[in-house]
């Protein structure tokens, strides 16, 4: 029975996995735009405001980006949203997403003045699974390990000469525990899973109000 069970929960697994991965392949060739007011697009429309965000940031690229569509996401207006929706836009090359991406990372983006960001278009599930490694990948960078995130949600990072890459955080939490991966100083607070955060911070709140 336990082996069923076992069996079954292996194939749910594999198909979020396909599943995520068809989404993924979908969005591939899409970017998405963070920080453009709501609004904005309906006068020229989506595809018209992509193309005033490139000529002001990327003016040699212009000419050469092809769009097939764009549309703000969520199409319509959540009034009790406090973030602005984002603006997806689907290229016809993977390459021209890959150079705009790649030249965002070298500077500040701007859209009449105001920062913006612009950003891979993944789904639900693989952006969730690449921010658990935010306070890994931070702790790493400052300390200089050259962290990267993989498709579709792993870490790397440079230790002792070697690449080391890792799918979940639990494999890491073991190998660091074990002492068979340094810096166990570096990664000890950020591997803590949330359940002991939660109790250790409850212990010193204690501690406080009991002094």
């Not at 030249?103 to 960001?117: E, F, H, L, V, W």
Request: aromatic letters at 6%; a positive charge.
């Amino acid at each position: 029975m336990l082996q069923i069970e076992e069996e079954r929960e292996l194939r749910l697994k594999r198909n979020e996995e396909s599943l995520r991965e068809i989404s993924d392949l979908i969005r591939k060739c899409n970017i998405r735009i963070i920080g453009v007011q709501e609004g904005e697009e309906k006068e020229n429309g989506a595809e018209s405001l992509f193309k005033e965000i490139i000529a002001e940031n990327f003016p040699n690229l212009g000419k050469e980006i092809h769009v097939e569509e764009a549309a703000r996401s969520p199409k319509y207006v959540n009034v009790k949203r406090r973030t602005v929706g984002h603006i997806v836009v689907k290229l016809e090359k993977l390459n021209d997403k890959e150079r705009i991406l790649g030249a965002a990372r070298q500077k500040k983006i701007t859209y009449k003045g105001t920062c913006i960001r612009l950003s891979v278009d993944f789904s639900a599930e693989t952006l969730q699974g690449r921010r658990d490694w935010n306070d890994i990948f931070k702790s790493l960078r400052d300390k200089n390990f050259q962290p990267r995130i993989l498709y579709p949600a792993k870490i790397s990072f440079r230790y002792d000469g070697e690449i080391k890459t890792f799918a979940d955080r639990h494999k890491l939490r073991e190998l660091v525990a074990m002492r068979c991966l340094a810096p166990q100083e570096i990664l000890k607070k950020a591997l803590i899973p949330e359940k002991e955060k939660g109790e250790r911070g409850y212990k010193a709140r204690s501690k406080e109000l009991n002094r």
